[in-house]
Nanobody
Framework: QVQLVESGGGLVQAGDSLTLSCAAS????????MGWFRQAPGKEREFAAG??????????YYTDSVKGRFTISRDNAKNTVYLQMNSLKPEDTAVYYC?????????????????WGQGTQVTVSS
């Protein structure tokens, strides 16, 4: 059984930084891509960032609205994936979810992910 537990959310001001962590239990963490999704109040959950199984820079991808501000990374030895968020904006306010992809590369669709965390709230004040 796989469990994903997010941490690191909170209330910050615009322009601040936060780093989210997602600790995974279970086997074969390093054989799956990982992703971060987010759901703003009153909106559908959307893809934010993804990273391939090996964690190389070429395997990382982002939605346009966070490119240049967010960085996804992973430590397979610690079964943990991170989301470094810089220059936060009020529109980044959302519940952030960590998810494990079915395969090695992942994608931007929720259908490509089979395990999800409970989410962590990020609130950015103006």
């Amino acid at each position: 059984q796989v469990q994903l537990v997010e941490s690191g959310g909170g209330l910050v001001q615009a322009g601040d930084s936060l780093t989210l962590s997602c600790a995974a239990s279970g086997r074969n963490f390093g054989l799956h891509a990982m992703g971060w999704f987010r759901q703003a109040p009153g909106k559908e959950r959307e893809f934010a960032a993804g990273i391939g199984w090996g964690g190389s820079s070429s395997s990382r991808y982002y939605t346009d609205s966070v490119k240049g501000r967010f960085t996804i990374s992973r430590d397979n030895a610690k079964n943990t994936v991170y989301l470094q968020m810089n220059s936060l904006k009020p529109e980044d306010t959302a519940v952030y979810y960590c998810a494990r992809a079915v395969g090695l590369r992942g994608g931007v669709s929720e259908a490509e992910y089979d395990y999800w965390g409970q989410g962590t709230q990020v609130t950015v004040s103006s």
